[in-house]
């Protein structure tokens, strides 16, 4: 990743010996270059040369994995600045915070607000991804908060205090688990660092200012440890911002190792209590390189914006989200209902979806299979044309649940009316709204 | 290894355009950077926040709002005076929907004269748009640049289809207009291009890039304002150095997730809090990819917004 091709290319034996599986040892370098291929898989690249590229190939960002089994998150490994420029790789961690001086019973009703923020939205489950437990200088409760917590839910931990017998009490008792050790300061470095170390958990580490993370980074990795988190402790959310987008340059364009690791965010520290603009604050988090955002509250009016402004930004640029192909009853619809169909690209259900839900009037909704494409497009790429939307009407079962034979189809495609008509027999088909924006002024007329 | 800031120095510059008079007078954009990147240099004028006010007494809204907004909400000109003086905006956009012909179907003598007595209410500038009719609003936003000439207004939005009636009546009367193309950079480029070979100097056009809102493609405007102001900076694409403006509060309460009241969705919780941070995180991505004017509804929305902005501002 951070050497070029032919970069690599010198460090290899030239020998075109193909063993490695690709004909030439350029292509091969190309390959490398690229990350389609592991420098292990030639058998006779030199120890100075496996040295030199290793360090140089490492990728620029550290993955992170928290937690284990199907809750776990792995943050980090990401390669631009800018989404554009490829995708943004994995989605950051949005988790709640609760206090260990906190009743049992305000600790319980947490983590259940935290099981609750549970969502699906285009066929993926959007979901809290941990709980950060706050020490409170007590080993003992600490432990305990922590145990209980593990106990009650499969979200992966965090454990957040500099505390080191509140750690070691909780590593104790959850440390297979693989927690985020919340974590490691100039004053307890070599304590939190063995300690992460011989429960190979990954660890924040926490100095004022990147510089003094960059000596706390370097120290952590040579004391063997490669799962790191930073925190810059910024007094500002303007600082937050200033130096998360300063690591990420640095780690990408700069090839700074010891800044190359996932941030962690605490929006709260910087709203005064404020749960709107500490949400909006985790919203520009999400969009300015926050890996991990620790809220102080895990409602669903909260988590919702923030996982589904998540999952946008994440999405990639070159794939668009697909709606599943299905018929999506709206507003209760009956056997007389109108029967609109659209295709599966996200963003055209969504507003077709919205619209016809906004216009209080109840409707079926098909979304034909047009691989991810909007309607335009489909119907130039010949994936939303008469032979598949008919196809899709006759698999759907539509003809068993309407009272009537009447399909409409989008405005943009009203060329195609007379071809699915003669697909679809005996079936009426009407030309719809160009705009989705139309559609409830169509139906209120429709049903006026 | 030592530390040093990894900082860049842009070779190009957003625009500054001013809007309003004298006291009300009101700069927007002028940035040198990238949204808040004051370490690369300088961001004299944070995004603005311009309150919606409807020249007609809005339909269908959703509790959480219309009681926010309260009485003032069938009165345009004692709404527009809540926006500054009760809300702090730092501009009004009157939305002229009531002259939709598909609608109440007002007149532009009408839709000019709510204009005026808003202009004369107020001591903020205005941004004014159309009811998205490409015909009407060329013919309601000429008759708005007529009668209201003795201060700066943003009109629009303009399009491919109505550009030239639009830019015409700006020419004469002094206006910026506000340029509208559906999330493409080429695309707002080539409007750009059109509009300013008209004669309009690039200091008086503002980009409307059609946002959408968090679950409704936010991440098309976001990914298109970036490179909008990349290309802006970067490769000092003149065409691309007008300030944007997002008309964003509309998309942000057109959205279920914003509008469903508690007991329509019980898994989403709250109305209220969770319809003002749709808009609130609509608006914040959009000032982090490069929005000069946040176009917005709800009260408690706006208050939010700006002391998030003020807290980026702090570095």
Redesign the interface.
């Known amino acids: 990743m951070g050497l070029s091709g032919i970069e690599i290319f010198k460090q290899l034996p030239k020998t075109n010996c193909g063993d490695c599986g690709v004909p030439t040892c350029l292509a091969f370098a190309m390959k490398l270059a690229q990350g389609q291929a592991e420098l292990a898989s030639c058998p006779h690249v030199s120890e100075e040369a496996t040295a030199a590229l290793s360090e140089a190939s490492a990728p620029p960002m550290r993955k992170v994995t928290v937690g284990t089994g199907e809750a776990a998150f792995t943050v980090g490994e990401e390669t631009v600045l ?3 420029d490829k995708t943004f790789v994995h989605p950051c961690a949005i988790g709640v915070a609760v206090s260990a001086s906190e009743s049992d019973e305000t600790i319980d009703a947490t983590v259940a607000a935290a099981l ?1 923020a549970d ?1 699906e ?1 285009v066929q993926q489950r959007l979901r809290c991804g941990f709980v950060s437990v706050v020490g409170s200088s007590d080993a003992a409760r600490y432990a305990a908060v922590v145990s209980r917590i593990h106990a009650a839910c499969d979200l992966p931990l965090v454990l957040q205090t500099d505390d080191v017998a509140e750690l070691t009490a909780a590593l104790d008792a959850v440390g297979d688990s693989k927690p985020l050790i919340c974590g490691a300061t100039t004053a307890n470095a070599d304590q939190v660092f063995a300690l992460a170390k011989s429960k190979a958990c990954p660890v924040v580490v926490r100095a004022e200012g ?2 003094a993370v ?1 000596e706390l980074t ?1 120290k952590a990795t040579a004391a063997g440890l490669t799962d790191i988190v930073i925190d810059s402790a910024p007094s ?4 937050a ?2 130096d998360r ?2 690591a990420r ?2 780690a990408l ?2 090839k ?1 190792a ?2 190359g690791y996932p941030v962690i965010a605490f929006p709260g520290a ?1 709203a005064g209590g ?4 500490e ?3 985790a ?2 988090d999400v ?2 390189y926050a890996s991990i955002i620790v809220l102080t509250g895990a ?4 988590m ?3 996982l ?2 998540r999952q ?2 994440y ?1 990639d ?1 070159q794939r668009p989200m697909q709606a599943e192909a299905k018929i999506y009853p709206i507003n209760n619809p009956g056997p007389d209902a109108p029967f609109f169909v659209t295709t599966n690209f996200s ?1 055209t259900y ?2 077709v979806a ?1 619209e016809i ?2 216009g209080k009037q109840p409707a079926y909704l098909g979304v034909v299979d047009a691989e991810g494409l909007s309607v335009l497009t489909a119907w130039a790429a010949g994936k939303f044309v008469p032979e598949r939307i008919a196809k899709f009407v006759k698999d759907s079962g539509m003809a068993g649940t309407l009272s009537h034979r009447e399909i409409i189809i989008p405005g943009a495609v009203a060329q195609i009316s007379g071809e699915l008509a003669e697909e679809l027999d005996g079936w009426n088909v009407v030309v719809g709204p160009y705009e989705a924006s139309d559609i409830p ?1 169509f139906l209120r007329r429709r049903a006026g | ?3 040093t ?2 900082i ?1 120095n842009p070779a190009g510059a957003i625009q500054t355009v001013m809007l309003g008079t004298g006291y009300s007078s009101l700069a927007i954009g002028g940035a040198k950077a990238l949204p ?4 690369d240099g300088v961001m004299p004028n944070p995004p603005r926040i311009a309150m919606e006010v409807y020249d007609a007494e809005p339909s ?1 809204w959703p509790a959480s709002l219309t009681e926010a907004i309260g009485d003032v909400i069938s009165d345009p000109v004692a709404w527009a005076k809540a926006c500054v003086e009760q809300w702090g905006a730092d501009m009004v956009c009157v939305q002229l929907a009531s002259t939709d012909p ?1 609608g109440a179907n007002r007149t532009p003598e009408e839709a000019a004269q709510t204009v005026k007595e808003i202009a004369s209410a107020v001591n903020v500038p205005l941004v004014v748009y159309g009811c998205g009719n490409a015909e009407k609003d060329a013919e309601v936003l000429k008759k708005v640049a007529e009668v209201v000439s003795d201060t700066v207004l943003a009109i629009g939005s303009a399009s491919d289809e109505n550009y030239k009636p639009i830019t015409a009546a700006a020419l004469g009367y002094g206006h910026v207009v506000v340029a509208e193309t559906p999330i493409d950079v080429n695309m707002a480029k080539q409007l750009n291009i059109l509009i300013t070979q008209m004669g309009l100097p690039s200091n008086r056009v503002l980009i409307d890039p059609s946002v ?1 809102a ?7 405007a ?2 298109v304002m ?2 909008l102001r ?1 290309a802006a900076l970067n490769q000092n694409d003149a065409m691309t150095q007008m300030p944007m403006i997002c008309n964003l509060g509309r998309e942000a309460w ?4 914003a ?1 469903a009241t508690a007991e329509e969705e019980p ?5 209220e ?2 319809g ?3 808009e ?2 609509t608006a ?2 959009f ?3 490069g929005a000069d004017v946040l176009v917005m509804r709800h009260p ?1 929305a706006v208050a ?2 700006r ?2 902005i003020n ?5």
């Open positions: 800018f989404r554009h609750a969502f939205r990147l510089a960059m370097e500002s959310e303007g600082k911002f200033r987008t300063f340059r640095a364009q700069k700074v010891a800044l910087h404020d749960e709107l603009l949400t909006t604050y919203a520009a969009g300015s409602e669903p009016w909260r919702l914006p923030l589904v402004l946008n930004l999405t640029p963003l969504f507003i919205g839900e906004g002024a | 290894m030592t530390y800031d990894p860049e808040f990147h004051f370490f269908g598909n959408g968090v679950g409704y493609g936010v991440e098309y976001f990914t970036q490179r990349l057109r959205s279920k997730e509008r898994i989403w919780g709250d109305a809090k969770r003002v941070l749709w609130t995180s914040i991505t000032a982090l990819s408690k939010t917004v002391t998030a807290g980026m501002l702090d570095q």
